[in-house]
Structures are given as C-alpha cells and as structure tokens.
C-alpha cells in the first residue's frame, strides 16, 4: 500500500469527532506527526450527542482534563444510568444503572442470589441492589470509588453535556497542544491516480492541504470514505426501524436529575437529558408509522420547559461502513456508521475508534494487515452495540401499536437470540471479550424489560434461607445508608473546588 513514513494527518471535519480525535492524537503523537484540522464554520454539525457512558471518564483522564473545569465548560451534569419508560409495557420502568447490582460471587453474579430471593417470597427488586440506581432515584451524588468499610464499588458514572461546548473545550485544548485549524469548505478532494489514495483537499479559497493519512469526521456527509473512495453501507433497518429523529433543545427544570429518561412512545421513543443550562429533547420514530407532523407535535407537547428553538429533523440510516479504514482513510464518527443514542454510544464510538487508529497508527507506511485488523475490531465493537440495542426492541409485551407488534416479531441477528434464550433458560449471560457492555447491562435490560430466567446458578443453593435473607437484608441496608450521606446533585454541580 503506501510508502514511506506518515507523518502528516489530516482531519476532516470538527464538531465532536474531529476534535476529540485531534485532542487524543496531539497528547500521544503530538511530538512525532503533524495535525491538521479543516473545518468550516458554515457547516453545521448534528450536535445531538449530549449523554455519555463511563469510559468517557477514561478519554478525559487521559487528556489530564479538570473535571470541574470541564462540567462548567460544558453546562455538564452527571448520568448515572438510563431510565426506560414504557419499553416493556406501558406504565412500566427500569433503570441501566451503571455499575454493579449487589455483591458479586466468584463464579456466579449477584442476580442469581435475587432470583432465589424471590422464590423465598422476597419482593424486592434487582434494584433495590444497585447503588447507582438509589443514588439516581434519590437525586445524590458525589465520586465515590468504594463504599466505605467495604470492598464493594462505589459509584460509576458519565456525563450529559453540551456537545457544540465540549467540541469548543477541545479546539482549545487541541490547539495548545499545536493542532492547526484552518478554515475552509473542501471544493475538491484529490486523488492520487497511481494508487486511489487520497492525496490532498482543495478548498474553496484555493488553499491545498496535503497529508499522508485523512481522517473522516464530516458526519453523514461522509466526504472522504464514502463520495472520494466510494466505501459502501451496510443498512440495518431490518433491525432497527427507526429512521428519523427530531431534536430540541428547553429552558432547564429543577431538579437536574443524575440520569437519562428514555421514554418509548406509539413509533419508537423520546429522550429527556438535563443539563445545567437547558434540557436536551428528541424523539426517535420511524417515518413508516409517525410522520414529521406527528412526531413534531408530540415532542413539544412533552416538554418540561419552554422551547428554546425550532425542533430540528435529523433523517439517518442505521448500519455501519463496510470498511472503516480504506487506502489512507479512516472514518470516525457518523461517517463510520449510525447507532441511535438509545444507550448514549455515539459519542464513545469516536472515543475508541480514535484510541484504535492510535493503537494501530501506521509508521513506515500502511499495511493491508493493520487495516484489516483495524476494520475487525471496528465491526465487531459496533455489531456488539447493535445487538444490545436491537434487544430493547425486541423484547417488548406492548399490544398498542403496529409498531410494537413488529418490533416484537422480528427475527434477530443469531448472536442476540443466542444470547436472550441462555438467560431466559439458565440466567446466565456472558460477556464477550469485545463487548462493550458488561454482564450487569445485559441483565438489568432483559430482567427489566421481562426476560425473567427460568433458573438459577446451583451455588445460591449453598445458602440457607436465613443466609439469604440476611445477605439481602445487609446489602440493602448499606446501599440505603451510603446514598443517604451523598450530597444532591446540584449541590456537586454548584461546587466551586
């Protein structure tokens, strides 16, 4: 493929991607490549991705960002889980609380424990057991990494914010680190006849920016993967049905809970993300059961607080690039492939495609090998997400809609139907070695939305029955007393340390 050292990259396109992209790659390969960023003020980004999931805290640590820096430059609130309402039946809720739920055995986890609780005619619920999901419910927080006298974990958490915000804090981290912006509207992308890579961008204004290796952060638009190198798409809707999305932003509600609301309604859902200067809003339909009037209609007939703008449509096609890195393209972002924000992923897809082309950045030249390797991992990471989202689908008992019905009767990718009919039968669930989601996501979203196994591990029958209920008894006691010594959240947030 290509020769000679790379020396030179350029990233196409700002926003969240690029410049998350641009701030990892100047704080590892800041001393040996040179960075480039091409943008243009006058194209607009989709700007949705205001949750996040844990390992952000990872991306940040590793930038040697301030968190209370970061919170107040980005409006920024914490999530401590998503909340899904009617997702299962109507009237019906459950928490994916981050973190563990209760105390983990060797060799067994901690619902296995519950469901034999619940034999003995305990009532509670998997809930009870999750320190995330009281501390949320009850509007606490403060970073807690272990419960005190305990070597039980404490509180596992991400973020909402502002993503236009969080992409300004990164141009200003990036460009101390010597990332060069420059600003133009690419007029002509230019390829190299000997071998189809790209060689370089020519803009409107006449300028020319060479490089050795591109990364594609332009969004849907996919200008460099795509309309240059003609990569294709590989569609999902057989899946995922919806297709369409609506976003507006409110005037802010007290309290500004710890937590996303997923809220599903007739043609898919609608989310609900506070942050400390407004409240994010969207629904999620698909354009085959509501139109763009319904749906506009519903989104602001839900709000909590007075619209702040227009609501803006976002048309998608849920899938993923075929190739996410070819010839001296690597795509990252909505330009590698589209996952709604059910579990609040997007954002974290450019964190590890990012952490990947670091781990696989080429030195004396690309090779066929690394890119495949490269295009592996990619696939298999999102066919993971893809599976743990088409399960909230999937697994529904609602009766009231065309929708719903279909949702419940389609056929699954083998990997997930696998996967829910172990754990209906045995309660057994395993996390794959590249699953982003760990064992206690895959069992609070299947218990909660009514995948209830049939059995238990043999080791929870060890226990007598006034073990079991002291062990019960105990963990709940301790998580109700930890949640009660945290501060509120907004109380964490109005800090000034």
């Not at 990259?9 to 800041?30: H, Y």
């Not at 420059?182 to 020519?202: A, H, Q, T, Y």
């Not at 354009?287 to 619209?307: I, V």
């Amino acid at each position: 493929m290509s020769d000679g050292n790379i020396k030179k990259l350029v990233i196409l396109g700002g926003g969240t991607a690029g410049w998350m992209t641009a701030s990892l790659m100047a704080k590892v390969l800041g001393k040996v490549i040179d960075i480039t960023l091409v943008e243009s003020d006058r194209i607009g980004t989709v700007g949705v991705g205001e949750a996040t999931i844990p390992p952000i805290i990872n991306f940040n640590q590793a930038l040697g960002l301030n968190e209370r820096e970061f919170l107040q430059a980005t409006n920024g609130s914490i999530k401590l889980g998503i909340q899904f309402e009617n997702w299962f039946k109507k009237g019906e809720s459950y928490m994916h609380a981050f973190g563990n739920i209760g105390k983990n055995f060797p060799f067994c986890d901690f619902h296995h424990f519950w469901r034999k609780s619940r034999l003995n005619g305990d009532t509670s619920s998997l809930w009870d057991y999750s320190l995330n999901y009281q501390a949320a419910i009850h509007n606490k927080f403060a970073p807690l990494a272990q419960i005190k006298g305990t070597n039980l974990p404490g509180l596992s958490y991400a973020y909402h914010f502002d993503a236009g915000l969080y992409a300004k804090f990164l141009r200003r981290y990036s460009e101390s680190k010597g990332v060069r912006r420059i600003e133009g509207v690419v007029k002509e992308v230019k390829i190299r006849p000997e071998n189809g890579f790209v060689d370089g961008l020519l803009l409107e204004d006449g300028q020319e920016i060479s490089g050795d290796l591109f990364a594609d952060c332009t969004g849907m638009a996919a200008l460099l993967i795509e309309k240059a190198l003609g990569v294709g798409y590989e569609e999902w809707s057989q899946w995922l049905p919806c297709d369409r999305a609506m976003a507006v932003p409110c005037a802010a509600t007290k309290p500004i809970v710890p937590y996303t609301r997923s809220i599903a309604h007739e043609a898919g859902w609608r989310w609900r993300i506070p942050l400390q200067h407004r409240t994010g809003n969207g629904m999620v339909y698909s354009s085959h059961h509501w139109s763009d009037d319904q749906a506009h209609e519903a989104l602001l007939g839900n709000l909590d607080g007075e619209h702040l703008a227009e609501p803006k449509v976002i048309p998608f096609r849920t899938g993923r690039r075929r190739e996410s890195w070819c010839k001296n393209v690597v795509s990252i972002g909505l330009s590698s492939g589209f996952l709604e924000p059910l579990e609040s992923t997007s954002i974290h897809l450019i964190q590890s495609a990012a952490t990947r082309l670091i781990k696989s950045f080429p030195h004396c030249g690309i090779k066929p090998h690394e890119v495949k390797e490269f295009n592996r991992q990619s696939q298999v990471e999102i066919e993971r997400i893809r599976d743990f989202i088409i399960l909230h689908y999937k697994a529904n008992q609602r009766r009231d809609s065309e929708f719903w019905r279909e949702c419940e009767n389609m056929t699954v990718p083998d990997s997930l139907r696998d996967k829910m009919e172990l754990f209906r039968s045995s309660g057994k669930v395993f996390r794959d070695y590249d699953d982003l989601f760990a064992e206690a996501a895959w069992q609070q979203v299947m218990i909660g939305q009514g995948i209830v196994p049939e059995d238990h591990h043999p080791l929870v029958d060890s226990l007598s029955e006034e073990q079991m209920s002291d062990l019960m008894a105990s963990l709940k006691t301790l998580i109700g007393g930890t949640v009660a010594g945290l501060p509120d959240h907004e109380q964490f947030l109005s800090r000034g340390e």
